[in-house]
């Protein structure tokens, strides 16, 4: 709603910022000229320019020097050293998303739906944290005795590791002054609030204040920081773009809360790979590593049955078997329904264009449903085979054979596509008991292992007549 006109007019400037976007305004908007969402524009004071420092001045008392240096110039006393041995998080698949452990110095934030485990893993990762150096644990949202109850659950006890339960941004710089800990873990940035502002806790204003005093610091001291952030309603981290381009590393936590599995994946990392990800299970103790993820993410795939096909992806440097599944029904609506779980809609409806032009089958008349079972989400075009081949097997109703793993890229004229990797797939497949495959016919492998099948196929229809053959 749009400020009372009737009352007095305040002497301290303001500003209106949108709570999702951070676009700041003179004056009150109904909708937001950046994001496009309505009533979203809160009055916010303005922070008054300290004397002699300016408006950065607050928290950027920088000790770096300002004169420039030669590039390979080595570091001088005070100013941070090159990168050297990072901190381990005691969970491989952790330190794999982040590039081999934390960077000394660094800034992470680690977002995701609320109960999935963020405050979980950060507090079992202590643990190990804590053994190569002190850890503040600093919580917004729990007691000292919640967060104990919650380390003895998971086994955490470790005389390094320290707590702080408060929101004031000057509480937890007096904390880490006087500690002067080599990780400080903040639960969670949104509910941390400065004392120089008079908004309120999660407010765009607030967490970008918040957010920068502790990135001044760890710049400074060479602490490392990580974040917990929140998601809000759009499936974004709330007061977000701001902070993914302040921090060094953004992580999101994937899958549904309700599901045993879920996926660490980087959005950015400045010291390491985006393509990693990491796979744990959640348990009674706590979330644990998914040493063998092909295995675990098949368990249970059903023998015999029509709609289903394992493909293999790289996500990383990691080749992973995944299940997808397709559902081809009649559909009773005018406009038939295209949905899909774990790969994206569009390519689902253009690879069911492609199957109807040069497949000659009738899809447009048939409700189309895609799913990727376990919670994984896949990005890489090497899925693409896949997926046609489970729409095929349900359309015909004729199951695609266990043995056969499926991966390749589908262009618009029916085609497939190469692929890197393909050796390193084959392998992975083999190690977990697979024996025929198909892939695009210029990535035939010049060695095949002892007893596999590799079918190099030019085009979708040759693709699904050999997969869906009679045995």
């Known amino acids: 709603m749009p400020p009372d006109r009737n009352q007095p007019m305040s002497k301290s400037k303001s500003k209106y910022v949108c709570q999702e976007c951070g676009y ?9 000229p950046s994001c496009g969402n309505f009533n979203t524009m809160e009055e916010e004071l303005v922070l008054p320019e300290l004397p002699g420092k300016g408006k950065a001045g607050r928290y950027f008392d920088i000790a770096f020097s ?6 390979t110039q080595e570091p001088q006393e005070g100013e941070m050293p090159e990168e050297g041995a990072r901190i381990l998080t005691g969970m491989s698949e952790l330190d794999r998303v982040f590039g081999g452990g934390l960077v000394p110095g660094s800034v992470t934030l680690l977002g995701g739906d609320p109960g999935i485990g963020k405050s979980t893993i950060l507090l079992q990762a202590c643990q ?19 967060i104990r109850l919650r380390a003895q659950r998971l086994g955490v006890s470790n005389p390094n590791l320290l707590l702080l339960s408060s929101t004031q941004l000057q509480a937890v710089e007096q904390a880490v002054e006087k500690e002067l800990p080599s990780v400080v873990i903040i ?59 302040m921090v060094d590393t953004v992580l999101y936590f994937e899958g549904d809360k309700n599901l045993a599995y879920r996926i660490i994946r980087a959005s950015k990392n400045r010291f390491g790979s985006t393509n990693e990800i990491g796979i744990f299970e959640m348990g009674e103790t706590g979330l644990r590593q998914v040493e063998n993820p092909s295995a675990a993410l098949l368990s249970g795939k059903p023998h015999g049955v029509s709609g289903t096909c394992t493909v293999c992806v790289l996500e990383g440097t ?5 299940e997808v ?33 040069h497949m000659d089958l009738r899809l447009g008349v048939s409700d189309a449903y895609f799913n990727v079972v376990g919670g994984l989400r896949l990005n890489e075009p090497s899925s693409d085979l896949a997926l046609v081949l489970a729409a095929a097997s349900s359309y015909f109703n004729r199951p695609v054979s266990d043995e056969i793993v499926a991966f390749g890229e589908v262009g618009l004229a029916g085609e497939l596509r190469s692929v890197r990797d393909v050796a390193e797939r084959i392998a992975e497949a083999v190690r977990l008991g697979y024996t025929s495959f198909l892939v695009p016919h210029t990535d035939r492998p010049k060695l095949v292992p002892a007893g596999a099948t590799v079918y190099a196929v030019k085009n979708i229809a040759e693709a699904v007549e050999i997969a869906l053959q009679p045995k």
């Open 187 to 245: 639960d969670s940035i949104q509910t941390m609030f400065s004392g120089q502002l008079n908004s309120l806790p999660g407010t765009v204003s607030q967490i970008k204040e918040c957010a920068s005093a502790l990135i001044a610091i760890a710049k400074t001291r060479e602490i490392t920081f990580l974040f917990i952030g929140h998601m809000n309603k759009e499936g974004s981290i709330a007061g977000p773009k701001m902070l993914e381009h």
């Open 325 to 357: 599944q397709a559902l081809l029904v009649e559909s009773r609506l005018g406009s038939p329904r295209r949905m899909s779980t774990g790969v994206e809609q569009n390519r689902c409806a253009m690879l069911l264009a492609v199957m109807e032009k």
């Open 24 to 32: 700041e305004s003179l004056k009150w908007l109904g909708r937001c």
């Open 318 to 322: 990691r080749p992973l078997l995944a």
């Open 66 to 71: 300002s004169q420039p240096v030669v590039l």
């Open 128 to 146: 190990t944290m804590a053994k190569q150096g002190k850890v503040l644990y600093v919580s917004g949202e729990e007691s000292p005795r919640q």
